[in-house]
């Protein structure tokens, strides 16, 4: 995913801010709950969006939803810095510069997975593990669900993708008959 350029102080601000790149995560996964929370509510988004709306009720509306949510401190303040530079709405880039820069640190690399079927949790650890040799660091998998796969998975770390699916043993045996 490509980190859009006014995320990025957001996110390195919140790294400053949390200390280490451990206390960031944890930010980080309150930070996605609140987004998660919002995802539910899209009248709350239109609430954020709209310029009518003093930004007073919104900081009201974000403390009182955050302590019903019992963010941290440190996550709460962040929420509200974002809310007050009409930011909100920019959330999912914030997380995704955010995550960015914590998994750097912290030596994980993501793995887009893409499966013909939902993968059982026995299934994703031992997933994580064989790619984490393969690449050297820890795995952060993001696992889809994919049935035109036909069967297998596709897997993508940076710019390495593996294709372990049907469909790509088909498209591959094709290539060859030609």
């Known amino acids: 995913m490509m980190v859009k350029c006014y995320a990025r102080p957001y ?37 954020y969006a709209n310029p009518g709306i003093p930004i007073e009720t919104k900081e009201s509306i974000t403390e009182k939803l955050g302590a019903k949510m019992k963010l941290s401190e440190l996550a709460a303040r962040a929420i509200m810095v974002i809310v007050r530079h009409n930011r909100i709405q920019d959330l999912s880039a ?11 640190a912290l030596g994980v690399a993501v793995a887009e997975v893409r499966s013909a079927k939902a993968l059982s949790p026995d299934e994703m650890t031992e997933l994580a593990a064989t790619l984490g040799k393969k690449v050297g660091k820890k795995i952060e998998l993001d696992v889809k669900t ?8 596709v897997v993508q770390i940076g710019s390495e993708i593996w294709d372990a699916s049907v469909v790509g043993k088909i ?4 290539e060859s008959l030609t």
């Open 94 to 104: 914030i997380l995704a510069a955010l995550s960015s820069y914590v998994n750097e």
């Open 11 to 47: 996110a390195r601000a919140i790294i400053d801010v949390a200390g280490s790149p451990e206390k960031a995560n944890d930010i980080r996964s309150e930070l996605m709950r609140f987004e998660s929370a919002l995802a539910t509510a899209p009248e709350l988004l239109e609430v």
């Open 146 to 153: 994919d049935p035109s796969l036909l069967g297998g998975l």
């Open 171 to 174: 498209h591959k045996f094709r």
